[in-house]
Antibody, heavy 119, light 111 residues
Framework: VQLVQSGAEVKKPGASVKVSCKAS????????VTWVRRAPGQGLEWMGW????????NYAQSLQGRVTMTTDTSTYTAYMELRSLRSDDTAVYYC?????????????WGQGTLVTVSS | NFILTQPHSVSESPGKTVTISCTRS????????VQWYQQRPGSSPTAVIY?????PSGVPDRFSGSFDSSSNSASLTISGLKTEDEAEYFC??????????FGGGTKLTVL
């Protein structure tokens, strides 16, 4: 199992960013994908979850209206788009395989994508 | 909403045992299941305990977890401490809307 994320991004305030997470080594539609971020000097923050099986999503209330998670089952890729970026969105963004329908566990994680928001 | 509260830092000597607590501030945890993730600097998080006391494959049995329903708090215990255990540890659970919540993290120093 591997989750490989897209490379680092630098964005201006107000812009959008779309991070990808390409899965391999398992049946993509059998497990959810959770997105987590960690800002400098802060802890982990749960951003949301998507089911590649049916597209169901559950977004953190703090990000509602700014975040959209999607999947492309033909390429085994999950995407997280964050809009209206602010400086406090600067963080490392992680995707993780979510086993919630069998076990409460994020068992494999991507390598992380650094998103820097700066004017 | 609720908050998971962890001590900011703990330190202990190699070979000793350390316990890290994780206490919810209010409301009942949705599933009563708590997970623990280890994150070393520059690395992605990895799970060390899930569903209160289960160990993922490959995690040594020096790591154990527990949950006290009376106080709605969880604990991570690491015995036989090694320098490689030095990392930040985050507890995690879900609220009533099945949204994930992480504790603030505990920096473990093994000296």
């Amino acid at each position: 199992v591997q989750l490989v994320q897209s490379g680092a991004e630098v964005k201006k305030p107000g812009a959008s960013v779309k991070v990808s997470c390409k899965a391999s080594g398992y049946t993509f539609t059998s497990y959810g994908v959770t997105w987590v971020r960690r800002a400098p000097g802060q802890g982990l923050e749960w951003m949301g979850w998507i089911s590649p099986y049916n597209g169901n999503t559950n977004y953190a209330q703090s990000l509602q209206g700014r975040v959209t998670m999607t999947t492309d089952t033909s390429t085994y890729t999950a995407y997280m788009e964050l809009r209206s970026l602010r400086s406090d969105d600067t963080a490392v963004y992680y995707c993780a395989r979510d086993l919630r329908f069998s076990e409460w566990l994020f068992d494999y994680w991507g390598q992380g994508t650094l998103v820097t928001v700066s004017s | 909403n609720f908050i998971l509260t962890q001590p900011h830092s703990v330190s202990e000597s190699p070979g000793k045992t350390v316990t890290i607590s994780c206490t919810r501030s209010s409301d009942r945890l949705a599933s009563n299941y708590v997970q623990w993730y280890q994150q070393r600097p520059g690395s992605s998080p990895t799970a060390v305990i899930y569903e209160n006391n289960r160990r993922p494959s490959g995690v040594p049995d020096r790591f154990s977890g527990s949950f006290d329903s009376s106080s709605n708090s969880a604990s991570l215990t690491i015995s036989g401490l090694k320098t490689e255990d030095e990392a930040e540890y985050f507890c995690q659970s879900y609220d009533s809307r099945n949204q994930g919540v992480f504790g603030g993290g505990t920096k473990l120093t093994v000296l």
